[in-house]
């Protein structure tokens, strides 16, 4: 995950990797819904934000899969 920061919001974000489907889909996701904010809002965001927008129903064994990513951004927004 890399974030472009621009007076302190988030102006882009882009993720690589090798991922299953569930961690793709939230990446790509997260990149689209902290484009914009500020860095303190885009480090707020969390699985339920994600899960809200991908709309599927994430057996607990996979939660990891969805939550991988928020951490990876907080490490890169940090």
Excluded: N
């Excluded at 885009?42 to 899960?51: E, T, Y």
Aim: net charge positive.
């Amino acid at each position: 995950m890399q974030v472009k920061l621009d007076g302190g919001r988030v102006s882009a974000a882009r993720f690589a990797g090798d991922s299953c489907a569930i961690c793709t889909a939230s990446a790509d996701v997260l990149s689209e819904m902290v484009e914009g904010r500020s860095r303190a809002e885009a480090a707020a965001l969390g699985a339920g934000d994600v899960l809200g927008v991908l709309q599927a129903d994430v057996r607990p064994t996979r939660m990891r899969c969805v939550t991988l990513p928020i951490t990876v951004l907080a490490k890169a927004l940090g």
